[in-house]
């Protein structure tokens, strides 16, 4: 995954909501852009109170900052790839469609965060709406689990043929690309990417690990590093799958609830 496409300095984004734990969000998203090799920046979208146990309280950052941090940036800094995860209400999911729409965006991966691993709802019932209107159609690849998957087609996910079904109503929304996760299905974990004549699986052994918490995040945030290292839609998912493996085998008790995945920080010498 690190050879010589690798540069420490290209500049990635995230988009997201803070979690006060490290775990996920935020947190999460900038441990994996540096574990990839990248230069990461963060736009804050939200404030959880969080730990492993759960989410105790959600502020809302006000829409003009949220504009503001995206604009300063996009005008400094162009990055090569970004991500959007926990985005809660319907204004500031208008407000970040409205201000990226003034730039080159390159590479959008949307990861439609919608509940907490502790059952928490991180998007309000009534933005929904304007994410499957403003923001799903500007992706180039989106990274719904099968319960997020349900919640926007209205189709109840059991298994591989409801997932395929679910991925291609998906596409009707306007990204380029689908990943539907499979992380909460029975069996192995297995994840479909579907889109311009791609339907490729990428399979992995369920690990028996209660710490999963930021799989999501760290799954969307590890293809924003490969898409922007040069890796096409295929091999970014394939080598961000291979992390994300790594990253729950690895992943530890800390605290008292569900514990975070562990990112991988080895020196390697094949970037520059
Ligand atoms: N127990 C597990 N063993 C192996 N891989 C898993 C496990 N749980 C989730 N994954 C993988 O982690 C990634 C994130 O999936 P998922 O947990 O479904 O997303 P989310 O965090 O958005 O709910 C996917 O690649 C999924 O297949
Ligand atoms: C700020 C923020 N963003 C995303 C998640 C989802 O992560 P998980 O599903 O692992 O709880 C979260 N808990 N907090």
Not at 204 to 222: I, V
């Amino acid at each position: 995954m690190i050879n010589n496409k690798t540069n420490y300095r290209v500049p990635v984004l995230t988009i997201a909501g803070s979690d006060s734990s490290g775990g996920a969000g935020i947190q999460a998203d900038l441990k994996t852009f540096s574990a990839l090799k990248t230069f990461g920046m963060s736009v804050i979208t939200a404030i959880t109170a969080q730990n492993t146990r759960g989410v105790f309280a959600v502020e809302e950052i006000s829409k003009e900052i949220i504009k503001k941090q995206i604009e300063v940036i996009f005008e400094d800094i162009h990055p090569k790839a970004l991500k959007i995860g926990m985005v809660s209400s319907p204004d500031i999911i208008k407000q970040i469609a409205d201000t990226l729409s003034k730039y080159e965006v390159n590479n959008l991966v949307i990861d439609p965060v919608m509940i907490s691993k502790s059952g928490y709802s991180l998007l309000r019932t009534e933005a929904k709406e304007n994410l499957i209107k403003y923001l799903i159609p500007m992706a180039y690849i989106i990274t719904p689990n099968t319960m997020e998957a349900e919640e926007i087609t209205g189709i109840h996910i059991e298994n591989l043929e409801d997932m395929k079904e679910a991925a291609k109503k998906l596409l009707e929304l306007g990204p380029k690309y689908v990943l539907v996760k499979g992380g909460h299905l029975d069996g192995d974990a297995v994840d479909l990417l579907m889109g311009d004549g791609v339907c490729e699986l990428f399979e992995s052994k369920r690990l028996d690990r209660k710490n999963t918490h930021g799989t999501g995040c760290t799954l969307s945030s590890a293809i924003v590093t490969q898409l922007a290292h040069g890796y096409d839609v295929k091999e970014a998912v394939g080598n961000s799958k291979n992390y994300i493996t790594k990253a729950i085998e690895n992943s530890f008790d800390i605290g008292h609830g569900i514990g975070p995945v562990h990112h991988f920080y080895e020196f390697d010498k094949g970037g520059n």
